[in-house]
């Protein structure tokens, strides 16, 4: 079946510390990778997107991700976070051959001031 | 920028009540989605549309029924709300596309309803 693992549900990090959070998915064919993120007490919004070319991408916030189609991993990774980036963090696969898109459990982020 | 609008934000309901639960998107979408949110088990995927009248089963489609009669607008329905079915429901639309096609599977959410059922 269709899967998407992360590694952590929950990380606990001070400021200035740096993030990796890891994402696996288990298609087999060609997939377009996300992560989105969700802050306290708002939606759901796209952090970054893999569909094609340089496996290292950049989105906003200076959070970057790189698949390693090798791996079949697409982890999350932030060189300094700040307390504003505690949030809860999902990673994303969609089958280009399909219609879903299968959300990872989710790993929650708090970062201390 | 795309919108996606649920019509509550929160809802309390009894054991045994029909539940309605809509969504709106305005950027013409083929694809609309219905997902619950529950604390460590991620986005669970109830049911999803890909155009007008067609409707498939997610993941955890039992006790939900859906209704898409026009492009912009997927309700979820809930036969006879049950405790268990207390969640936060999320919907989402995103372009259908051709394989291959650029910004296949990004998908908008909306704000989320919270739902709980007493």
């Known amino acids: 079946a269709q899967s998407v693992s992360q590694h952590n549900h929950h990380v606990i990090l001070s400021e200035a510390a740096s993030l990796e959070l890891g994402c696996n998915y288990s298609?087999?064919?060609?997939?377009?990778l996300f992560w989105y993120v969700q802050y306290p007490g708002q939606h759901l919004q796209l952090l970054l997107k893999?569909?094609?070319?340089?496996?290292l991408v950049k989105g906003i916030k200076g959070f970057e991700a790189e698949f390693i189609k090798s791996k079949f991993s697409f982890n999350l990774r932030k060189p300094s976070v700040q307390w504003s980036d505690t949030a809860e963090y999902f990673c994303a696969a969609f089958n280009t051959g399909g219609f879903k898109t299968i959300f990872g459990a989710g790993t929650r982020l708090f970062v201390k001031a | 920028d795309v919108k996606v609008t649920q019509s509550s934000r929160y809802l309390v309901k009894r054991t045994g009540e029909k539940v309605f639960l809509e969504c709106v998107q305005d950027m013409d979408h083929e694809n609309m989605f219905w997902y619950r949110q529950d604390p460590g088990l991620g986005l669970r995927l109830i049911y999803f549309?890909?155009?007008?009248?067609?409707?498939e089963k997610g993941d955890i489609p039992e006790g939900y029924s859906v209704s898409r009669e026009k492009k912009e607008r997927f309700s979820l329905i809930l036969e006879s709300a049950s405790t268990n079915q207390t969640s936060m429901y999320l919907c989402?639309?995103?372009?259908?596309?051709?394989?291959?096609?650029?910004?296949?599977?990004?998908?908008?959410f909306g704000q989320g309803t919270r739902l709980t059922v007493v």
């Open positions: 298609y087999g064919g060609t997939v377009n």
């Open positions: 989402a639309s995103s372009l259908l596309g051709i394989r291959g096609q650029g910004g296949v599977g990004e998908a908008f």
């Open positions: 893999y569909f094609s070319g340089d496996p």
């Open positions: 549309s890909y155009d007008v009248k067609m409707k």
